[in-house]
């Protein structure tokens, strides 16, 4: 047994019995998660890479980090020790030291074999499907996704619960502050385009707005048909909720800032949108390319079909990229998925969801 | 009377195991409000009272954020008492019927399906509503959208009149034969009797009818949330889309990050809705009081 092997067992042990919290890179490593790992504890006094004895963040004991050759010098004189209970100290001192070793090493080969990604419901469908297929080809790796929105599974990368964030939009500035401060490097990655499409009920005889016309139209301004070239009826605006992905893809790119007017009718899913719509002769909504079917009919965007052709090539006005992040340089096992989801398989899946592949 | 020591020790054991029972209820019910309050007052650091109350504008997720829930206030108090307006009378009325007026053959069909019809679940009120009637409303009355606060309105309607009936019928049924025959007797009509005794006499048991009714339609998330459209905005006509405070609640809460301002907010919209079926409930309470009857008719 070599000895880091040797100290991550006693840590193990001390961890299991709790004798010991740890908050660092290697509680989420192969070790039981830290269950005092709280956001107060991950930043300030206590910082990452230190070992926590007992009970709450602030009464702990913190110990630096020793250098690996102090590290070496500190295991061997702890090998030699055969009654290791003598000197609590130097135990810790050499099980931190361990932990800093072993968190780098493990990384690459133990944990590899598991990844945990949470995220933007709008990215789910593509990355359930990608999941998948490549567990089918590696049966080794064990994937599980969840879905909590982008804001959910930025926070849960930031807070390394997960190793895979998936979003559909890049990081607000108020988010890099708070990763600079928990000291992560999110890195974004596109894997996908998304392109958000307006919809009206299939006899509406409107076949084009331009960008501003719907930003009046969702901004309350444009209230009647007939002033976009349209029947003389009251317009009914359908939206996504406030805090969906695709909400705040419009927000972005047809709204601009504007405040969608209190009047528009706001779903709480996709499928609702596309169900009012289809349901009422005089709406406008929207929704993603993938999501549309034949119970309504898609707009032009400044005379721009909303096809993947069109997003892909950067023409089409509404469409934006649908990412994925990690914490820095990912592990190998994280990387190779990621180079599966940019391969021309991954990016068919893609294609298959209705989203516009990136390469 | 002097008990022997063992039947003591079990009037003793029975009292407790009772206590237990009613402490667990309420204790568990304080723990929920308590909770209610930590999640939804922080809220009020940053925003006041008075501009989450009064505020026309509902913009959680914006930068500078808008907490204003006036809109969707407005809305669950036009749902609740367009609704009641329908169920009530509706309700009430075949109560009487059942009571008074059905053969008790009739009343054996008829009471069981009123019954039956209080165990269907909401959320197929609110689909039903969403596929049939909102459409059928739209086309007929060539309205601008079918999911407003009419609609809604009617869902609601549809989800309290047999709680308002079976529980109304119970209590007009059980008014005493005494005071029935004995106005009989002086010469009034049997209409006359049921207007001015029978209704009267059972009116604390109908105004506990009408809470539970109303109670029902101003919690009720998934009707309100499929039906009513979901426009945060004061509603100018019944057929306008709104927005009452269960459905905004139901709808962000999924996707808001945990412990945010918007969060708050939700659960400050949860205390504003427990005041306000509170308040309900009080105000149902004092009128039941108030014609309590004395005497015979007492429930």
Not at chain 1, 30 to 58: L, M, T, W, Y
Not at chain 1, 178 to 198: F, M, N
Not at chain 2, 127 to 153: H, I, K, R, Y
């Amino acid at each position: 047994m070599k000895i880091a092997d040797m100290h991550v067992e006693i840590m193990k042990t001390m961890l299991q019995s709790g004798e010991l919290f740890c908050k660092c890179t290697v509680s989420t490593a192969n070790f039981p998660v830290c269950p005092q790992a709280d956001e107060k504890c991950g930043n300030g006094a206590c910082g990452a890479n230190v070992i926590h004895r007992k009970k709450s963040c602030h009464g702990f004991v913190t110990l630096p980090v020793l250098k690996e050759e102090r590290f070496l010098e500190k295991a061997s004189k702890f090998k030699e020790n055969t009654n290791p209970e003598d000197d609590m100290k130097r135990i810790l001192l050499g099980i931190a030291a361990a932990a800093l070793v072993v968190g780098g090493s493990v990384s690459a080969s133990m944990a590899a074999e598991k990844i945990n990604i949470n995220g933007s419901t709008t990215v789910l469908p593509i990355m359930q499907k990608m999941v998948e297929s490549y567990m089918k080809a590696n049966p080794g790796v064990e994937i599980s996704v969840s879905g909590g929105g982008s804001g959910n599974g930025i926070k849960a990368l930031l807070d390394k619960t997960t190793d895979i964030a998936m979003s559909s939009r890049e990081l607000k500035a108020s988010e890099e502050k708070l990763a600079a401060e928990k000291g992560v490097q999110p890195k974004s990655i596109a894997i996908a385009i998304d392109a958000v499409l307006p919809i009206v009920h299939p006899s509406n005889p409107v076949m084009n707005l331009s960008v501003d016309q719907l930003k009046g139209i969702y901004s309350g301004n444009i209230r009647n048909w007939k002033d976009v070239g349209g029947e003389d009826r009251k317009i009914v605006v359908v939206s996504r909720d406030s805090s969906s992905g695709t909400f705040e893809a419009w927000n972005e790119l047809v709204l601009k800032g504007a405040k969608v007017t209190p009047a528009a009718m706001m779903q709480a899913s996709s499928g609702a949108v596309i169900q009012v719509v289809s349901g009422n002769k005089f709406a406008i909504g929207y929704d993603s390319y993938g999501y549309l079917n034949d119970t309504v009919k898609g707009v032009n965007v400044n005379g721009i079909a909303g096809n993947p052709e069109n997003a892909s090539n950067g023409s089409y006005p509404v469409s934006r990229k649908l990412w994925i992040m990690v914490d820095g340089q990912p592990s190998a096992a994280v990387q190779k998925f990621i180079d599966y989801m940019l391969s021309p398989a991954g990016q068919k899946i893609v294609e298959e969801c209705g989203a516009v592949p990136v390469k | 009377m002097f008990l022997r020591s063992g039947q003591r020790a079990r009037e003793q054991m029975i009292r407790l195991f009772f206590f237990v029972a009613a402490a667990t209820s309420i204790i568990t019910l304080s723990l929920i409000m308590l909770y209610l309050l930590l999640e939804g007052l922080p809220l009020f650091k940053t925003v006041s009272v008075l501009d989450f109350i009064l505020g026309n504008d509902w913009y959680p997720t914006y930068d500078p954020p808008s907490f204003g829930i006036f809109p969707l206030l407005v809305a669950s108090f036009a749902v609740t008492v367009l609704s009641s307006l329908i169920a009530v009378p509706l309700g009430v009325m075949s109560a009487v019927y059942l009571a008074e007026i059905a053969s008790p053959r009739v009343r054996g069909i008829f009471k069981p399906l009123i019954e039956l019809l209080a165990a269907l679940p909401s959320v197929v009120i609110g689909f039903f509503g969403l596929v049939v009637v909102a459409p059928f409303l739209q086309d007929t009355f060539d309205m601008p959208t079918g999911l407003n606060l009419f609609t809604a309105s009617l869902m609601l309607a549809f989800m309290s009149v047999p709680t308002i009936c079976t529980i109304s019928e119970d209590a007009v049924y059980s008014v005493p034969k005494d005071l029935k025959s004995a106005s009989l007797a002086l010469g009034a009509t049997r209409w006359e009797t049921m207007w001015r005794v029978t209704l009267p006499a059972s009116l604390s048991g109908i105004s506990t009818a009408v809470i539970l009714g109303m109670s029902r339609s101003i919690g009720e998330t998934m009707v309100t949330l499929m039906v009513a459209g979901g426009a945060a905005m004061l509603p100018l006509s019944l057929f306008d889309p709104v927005r009452p405070m269960p459905a905004s609640i139901a709808a962000e809460m999924a996707e808001t990050p945990f412990r945010s301002e918007h969060y708050f907010a939700l659960f400050a919209i949860g205390i504003a809705l427990f005041l306000f079926t509170l308040m309900f409930n009080l105000l149902a309470d004092h009128i039941a009081h108030k014609h309590r009857q004395t005497g015979a008719a007492t429930l």
